[in-house]
């Protein structure tokens, strides 16, 4: 098994561009989330998804959207990339009990 | 609200000694908690967990965390450290039934030879 893989591993983006962030899990889990990484400020709750067809705001949501067409795979959609998006994002996703399996992880960097 | 502090944000010791890393949550329930390591460029790896029962739960790569819940702590042990354990730990608890998770800011361990 892969457990989470995520697409790209790397991007940089000009500002105002837009790009989608793959992650795919081969676990059957139910719940997947997007978390976005920046230092000092540990990993914070970008969206998140219960389900198929199912998507929900986290703590930071605001220029991000999100789909869960497919069981296995969770989409983060920039629409226009701002430099304050530059970070690390990172896809995850539960089972049961709130044990969450990362992904290695996309380094986004906007000019 | 819920909500977990790592008051170290940078520990370092000496391979050999012994590491303790605390963590502190608030949060209204029961809680489910984790210790999760992020080496270098990577993504992050589950080291333990605790859900119920006994209160001193073992994990991989030889650590091992007590849950004390009239501290409303979480903290993290190893009795000797190695060079490789040299990384970011990061505490969370679980929050709810969407199976969310809130994190800590991190710790981020060194290791001197």
């Known amino acids: 098994n892969a457990g989470v893989t995520q697409t790209p591993k790397f991007r940089v983006l000009k500002t105002g561009q837009s790009m989608t962030l793959l992650c795919a899990q081969d676990m059957n889990h139910e719940y997947m989330y997007w978390y976005r990484q920046d230092p000092g400020m540990g990993l914070r709750l970008i969206h998140y998804s219960v389900g198929e067809g199912t998507t929900a705001k986290g703590e930071v949501p605001d220029g991000y959207n999100v789909s869960r067409l497919k069981k296995q795979n969770f989409l983060l959609g920039l629409e226009s990339a701002a430099p304050s998006q530059t970070s690390v994002y990172f896809c995850a996703s539960s089972g049961i009990r709130n044990e969450q399996f990362f992904g290695p992880g996309t380094r986004l960097t906007v000019l | 609200a819920q909500s977990v502090t790592q008051p170290d944000i940078h520990i370092t010791v000496s391979e050999g000694a012994s590491l303790e890393l605390r963590c502190n949550y608030s949060y209204g329930a029961t809680p489910y908690l984790f210790w999760y390591v992020q080496s270098p460029g990577q993504g992050l790896q589950l080291l333990l967990k605790?859900?119920?029962?006994?209160?001193l739960v073992q994990g991989i790569k030889g650590f091992e965390a007590e849950f004390k819940r009239s501290q409303s702590s979480f903290n993290l042990r190893k009795p000797s450290v190695h060079w490789s354990d040299a990384a970011e730990y990061f505490c969370?608890?679980?929050?709810?039934?969407?199976?969310?998770?809130?994190f800590g800011t991190g710790t981020l361990l060194a290791v001197q030879p």
């Open positions: 969370a608890v679980g929050a709810g039934a969407t199976n969310k998770l809130i």
């Open positions: 605790y859900f119920s029962g006994d209160t």
